[in-house]
C-alpha cells in the first residue's frame, strides 16, 4: 500500500499549479489587452497573447487532437505515479507535470486556447503552467535517469 501523504502532496502540488496559473492569468488578462505588452523589468514584459496550439504555438488549429492528447498524457501519469508513488520526489514531479497540464486543459475547454502572459526576449510567450510543466518533465526525466528506486527519504 502506498503512503497516502504522498497522494496528498501529490493532489496539493497540482492544486497549487492550477491555482497559481489561473490567477496570474486572470491578472494578465485584466491588465493587458490582447496583443498588447508592458514593461515590467529589464527583458521581461507581461503581454496578453491567445495560444490555440500547443508549445510555441505549434499544432495550432488543432482543438480537438490537443484535448485528447492532453488528455491521455494526464491518465497515463497519474497511472504511472499510482504504480510507483514510492519514488522519492515522483509526487512532486508528478503534480507539476499534472497541474500544469490541467491548468492549460482548463483555459482550452473554457476558452478554445490558452492565455499566455510572460514574455521574454527571443522566446516564445508563455504561463506559469508552461513553466511547471517544464519543471515537471526536467524533473521527471533526472528521477529517471539517477533516481535511486524505492528509497523512502522525500
Do not use: C
Request: net charge neutral; charged share 15%.
Amino acid at each position: 500500500m502506498t503512503d497516502p501523504r504522498r497522494w496528498l502532496w501529490f493532489g496539493l502540488t497540482a492544486a497549487a499549479v492550477i491555482a497559481l496559473d489561473q490567477l496570474t492569468k486572470q491578472l494578465a488578462v485584466n491588465s493587458v489587452d490582447v496583443g498588447e505588452a508592458r514593461h515590467v523589468l529589464p527583458g521581461i514584459e507581461i503581454a496578453h497573447v491567445h495560444n490555440r496550439g500547443v508549445a510555441f504555438g505549434l499544432m495550432s488549429g488543432g482543438a480537438f487532437p490537443i484535448i485528447l492528447f492532453t488528455s491521455l498524457a494526464i491518465g497515463a501519469l497519474a497511472l504511472y505515479f499510482a504504480a510507483n508513488a514510492r519514488r522519492p520526489y515522483l509526487w512532486l514531479v508528478a503534480g507539476l507535470l499534472t497541474g500544469g497540464a490541467v491548468a492549460n486543459l482548463i483555459d482550452r475547454l473554457r476558452q478554445g486556447y490558452v492565455t499566455d502572459f510572460i514574455d521574454l526576449p527571443a522566446w516564445p510567450t508563455f504561463n506559469i503552467a508552461d513553466i511547471a510543466i517544464v519543471a515537471g518533465a526536467a524533473g521527471l526525466a533526472m528521477l529517471l535517469m539517477f533516481g535511486q528506486g524505492d528509497r523512502q527519504h522525500d
